[in-house]
């Protein structure tokens, strides 16, 4: 077999296509391969009228698949058909390409594929192209993805709000039965909720199926929900309630440092979990108890908090639960637990649908996390427009990108 056929064969291109040539560039680390269209006449491209005239070529080149070490170009001068039944002339698109990409569709699912765990400008270096020629065909085909995908079983919804550096903030909307992401818009405020209704309805949705969202306890994505989606229930996430009692807990602390010096270092004991302090700090924390400290007080109610947590999630019912906290905390002569209490007061009715609807928080602490890797790999990115890009593709359960080039699933041929 002569090599122009093997490497046909090896790009899996079918007639009318065929290698005609392969140049190696050694030093450079390039091979070239030339392919031709043989055909003087095709298919018109708009209306599928056959055997029409090849009207011109224009050459054009597409990087592929490394063979080896070496980076792989494919050049083809691609036919124009001047058609005599619909009276354009167009160019045939190449069965390698998207159209107007400059990488065959192998190189794109690799690009793809390795996005999902290395940050683009890593997947750049690696496949000796600069970043930023990756973004497009990137976002292309998640958004091709995403437009495929159905939102229609999306009932019970979680929305969080995301500080993406000099972004600025995000709110992201999740599926919280299916976790995965399902919008991203930019900024926090009301009308978040109604872009988000309006990419809903356009993946099969629909703003009367929502029957519960999950939030933070912020007055705008309140007030949001109320409007856009008035029959669902709000909940708020217990996340969101034991960190605003590590809030109120760390004022107490930083207001009482001023007269308790050693107070200073016990930040991080007071706000990690017991079961994880050091030696040194379980030593600190003993101090802590015995000292009568305001912030001793504080941390009691704080822990007392996560206790409640556990315990409402394990079916005990919340109502009394917190009910006995806010009256604790209302009379526990510190201010920022008042504060707390009073809002939790004005917010029971969602605390305890919370624990009806959703007792697992699961789906939003693998959204966080899928989240979070994608913000810290934002750092440095221009635009939202790229940041929601990879949120999509490691977070959204795209089931429609392309396979991984290298990696078949087991039992498909080939
Ligand atoms: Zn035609």
Redesign the pocket.
């Known amino acids: 077999m002569e090599s122009t056929q093997l490497f046909t064969l090896a790009l899996g291109l079918q007639a009318p296509w065929s290698v005609a040539d392969i140049r190696f560039e050694q030093e450079a680390g390039e091979i070239h391969f030339d392919v031709v269209c043989g055909e003087p006449r095709l298919p018109?491209p708009?209306?599928?009228?056959a055997a029409?005239p090849v009207h011109d070529r224009k050459e054009r080149t597409w990087q592929h698949l490394h063979f080896f070490q070496y980076r792989a170009y494919l050049h083809a001068k691609v036919p124009r058909v001047a058609?005599g039944?619909?009276g354009?002339t167009s160019q045939v698109t190449v069965p390698w390409a998207r159209p107007g990409s400059g990488f065959s569709l192998l190189f794109e699912a690799l690009v793809v594929a390795l996005a999902r765990h290395l940050p683009v400008r890593q997947v750049g270096k690696l496949l000796g192209v600069n970043e930023a020629r990756l973004w497009r065909p990137l976002k292309a085909i998640v958004d091709a993805a995403r437009e495929q995908e159905s939102f229609a079983d999306a009932s019970h919804i979680g929305v969080d709000e995301k500080h993406v550096g000099r972004l600025g903030f995000i709110s992201v909307f999740h599926d919280a039965k299916d976790p995965r992401v399902l919008f991203t818009a930019e900024g926090r405020k009301a009308e978040v909720f109604e872009r988000f209704e309006e990419d809903l309805k356009a993946h099969g949705g629909a703003a009367e199926h929502i029957e519960a969202i999950s939030m933070d306890l912020s007055k705008t994505y309140q007030a949001g929900a109320r409007k856009t989606f008035p029959q669902a229930q709000m909940c708020f996430d217990p996340f969101h309630l034991v960190k605003l009692g590590s809030a109120a807990l760390e004022q107490v602390r930083r207001a009482e440092v001023r007269y308790e010096p050693d107070l200073k270092g016990l930040r991080w004991a007071t706000l990690k979990r017991p079961e994880k302090w050091t030696f040194e700090q379980f030593q600190d924390m003993e101090w802590l108890r015995k000292s009568g400290l305001e912030t001793a007080r504080a941390w009691r109610l704080k822990e007392r908090l996560r206790d409640i947590v556990r315990l409402a999630r394990a079916e005990h019912p919340a109502e009394p639960l917190f009910k006995k906290w806010i009256s604790w905390a209302r009379r526990c002569r510190l201010g920022p637990f008042k504060k707390v209490a009073a809002t939790f007061r004005d917010h029971l009715p969602g605390i305890v649908a919370t624990f009806v609807l959703n007792r697992s928080n699961a789906a939003a602490e693998s959204i966080n996390a899928a989240i979070q890797v994608a913000v810290v790999r934002a750092r440095g990115f221009r635009t939202l427009s790229h940041l929601q890009t990879i949120i999509y593709l490691i977070a959204g359960k795209l089931t429609h990108l392309p396979a991984h080039p290298y990696i078949r699933p087991v039992g498909t041929p080939g």
Do not use: D, E, I, N
Not at 46 to 49: A, D, E, S
């Open positions: 018109c708009v209306c599928g009228r029409q058609c039944a619909c354009k």
